[in-house]
Structures are given as structure tokens and as C-alpha cells.
């Protein structure tokens, strides 16, 4: 970095990019969860939805699991992330050139590639593709590009929740914010069930209610392991994501978040050493194209491999090793150039403004 950056984006910056001792095992964890996902849709999904004869020898049924693992994480990273901001334009170009560039070349390649192999019930047209572009268009009722992009709108109302909280100067007061939001879902949860009362959707959506247990695990683990900080407080607030998520899902959802989030602490405090391996690095540092890219793509490759006759084994391997090799080089021609040009962009401009 140059004497010119801010302390705050620098922060961000490393935050993103893991250099960090404890942020390495965190990264490469966001890889297995990429990886889960990505082998659950080519096995276990992929044959719902279109059939296999025979169906593949290992099908990943737990993989899409994968995704509640990202919640946790992502919850982890961007307090971590806003504690070290200064300013709020800070925080919203680390995001914005971290998601939206290879975002949108994701959207162009995956279109183009589906349209070009064919996927049944998949497609979509140009202005539904362009629609796709601001992230949050399910709000407004366009299909996805790809099915994956579902997610990318629970993460970016969690981003804006949070910079709000920072705007407000309350991030010191999350788990206040967290029980509460907690105990609102429980509130809607009970009334529907006690009386058949349905508060608002939009409500419930915007608030990501379904989801903030899981967020809430990754922003506990987060302070609990800060040196200098009460463990108390953090530990309540995960406890009343799992007792929420028991009340108002399952045992095995309680039981799944307990699993997952001890995995996040382990990482978080340096005790999955086995993730410092470079093929799990690797893996991390392609995470967030990978998932983009690799459904619909992976999907409409596996189709046109089974009509050729092609095993079904092989079709999951080629159809991995083609979203592996698109991801890195995304990662290496689009999301980091991007990123970089960005920021760096930005550093002059506050540069010019001192």
C-alpha cells in the first residue's frame, strides 16, 4: 500500500484479500463451502431435475449446506471488516468492486454459455439478463440468470443492514439488534402458526429473518474471538440463533448451525490447519466465482455430455473441472484487475480531496 491510503480501506483491503494468519483458514473455508455447493448441484440436483442413468456413484446431498456455511462466514468478515472502517464510502467500494465486476461478467458468460449448449427451463431473455444486473431483482420478481444468484440478495440486504448500523454508530449494540431480530422472527413464526396471522413479507424478506441466525453465528464467533472482549455476550446471541432456529425449523437446523459454527471458530482461531493446504487456499481465493459461474454452466455441459453418451461420472468431472478452470481465470482477468483498478481509483481520489 502507499502513504496515501486511508487506515480504513487499507483494512478492508486485507480484509478481503486474507494475508493474515487468522484470516487464511477462514478464506479457505469459504473454498470447501463453494465446493460443497458446486457438488451438490452437479450430483444430487442435477439428477432431480434431468435425470441420470445411472445416477453418479457419489451424490452430495448434504452439499447445498454449503450455503448456510457462507451466511455464518460472511457474518464473521464484514463485522470484522466494519470495525476497521472509517467511512462509510469506504466500506461500499470494498463491496462494490469485490462483487459487482465479476458479478457481471458472470451473468454475460453465463447467459451466452447456456444459450449456446441450451438448458430447458433455464433460459431467460436479454431483458430479463439485464435486469439481473442490480443484484437485487428478485425483490422485484426477474428470474435469475442462474439459480445460485438467490443468495446474492440475502448478502447485499445483510450489507446494507450492517453499513446502517455503522451509519448509526451502533455496532457496538449488534446484539441487541441481533436478539431482537431474533425474537421478530419468533413473532412471526408463532402468530402464523398459533393464529394463521401472516405479518408482512416484505418485511420478513427485507429483514432477512429467515437468515439472520446464521449471520448472527458468524458476527458472535467474530467478537468471541476478538482478544480483549467478553465472550458473555457473544455466546448468548449464538445461543438464541440455535434456540431460534430450533423453535422454528428443526432439531437437526439447531444442530446443523451448532456444527457449522464450531467449524468457523476452529477456523477463526487457527485450529484447522489442515485448510492452510494449498489446494483449500486455492480453492478460497476462486470461491466467489465459482459459485457464480458454476450451476447453470455446469449443468447445461452435463446435458449435452449425456447425449453423447458420456458415463455419468465423468460428465460431474468435466462439468467441475470446466467450472474450476472459468472461476480462476474470472479470478484472474476479471475480479482481481478489477478490484484493484477500483480501489486504487478511489485511494487517488481521497488523495486529491486531503
Known sequence: MTAVVSPDLEAVVSAEKPRTSRLVEIDALRGVAALAVVLFHYTTHFTKLFGASPPPTISFSMGHYGVNLFFIISGFVI????????????????????????????????????????????????????????????????????????????????????????????????????????????????LEREFGIELPWTVYRLLILRYIPWFALGISIYHATCRGRSW?????????????????????????????????????????GVLRHRLFIWLGSISYPLYLLHENIGWSIQLRLQALDVPTDATVVLAL??????????????????????????????????
Open 321 to 354: 473441472a470446466t467450472s474450476l478452470a472459468m472461476a480462476a481465470g474470472l479470478t484472474r482477468w476479471v475480479e482481481q484487475p478489477a478490484l484493484h483498478w477500483i480501489r486504487s481509483r478511489y485511494r487517488s481520489r481521497l488523495a486529491m480531496n486531503r
Open 79 to 190: 463485522f470484522m471488516t466494519l470495525e476497521k472502517t472509517l467511512r462509510p464510502m469506504d466500506f461500499v467500494v470494498s463491496r462494490f468492486s469485490r462483487l459487482f465486476p465479476t458479478y457481471w461478467v458472470a451473468i454475460v458468460l453465463t447467459f451466452a454459455t447456456t444459450h449456446l449448449l441450451g438448458l430447458p427451463g433455464k433460459l431467460v431473455d436479454v431483458g430479463t439478463a439485464f435486469g439481473n444486473f442490480i443484484m437485487i431483482h428478485g425483490l422485484f420478481r426477474v428470474p435469475h440468470v442462474d439459480g445460485v444468484y438467490w443468495t446474492l440478495e440475502v448478502e447485499l440486504l445483510f450489507y446494507c443492514g450492517a453499513l446502517c448500523l455503522f451509519r448509526l454508530r451502533r455496532l457496538g449494540s449488534i446484539h441487541h439488534v441481533l436478539i431482537g431480530l431474533l425474537a421478530l422472527r419468533l413473532v412471526y413464526f408463532s
Open 232 to 272: 458473555q455476550t457473544p455466546a448468548l446471541s449464538a445461543g438464541c440463533a440455535i434456540l431460534t432456529l430450533l423453535l422454528t425449523e428443526s432439531l437437526f437446523s439447531a444442530s446443523l448451525a451448532a456444527v457449522l459454527a464450531a467449524t468457523v471458530f476452529l477456523a477463526a482461531t487457527e485450529r484447522l
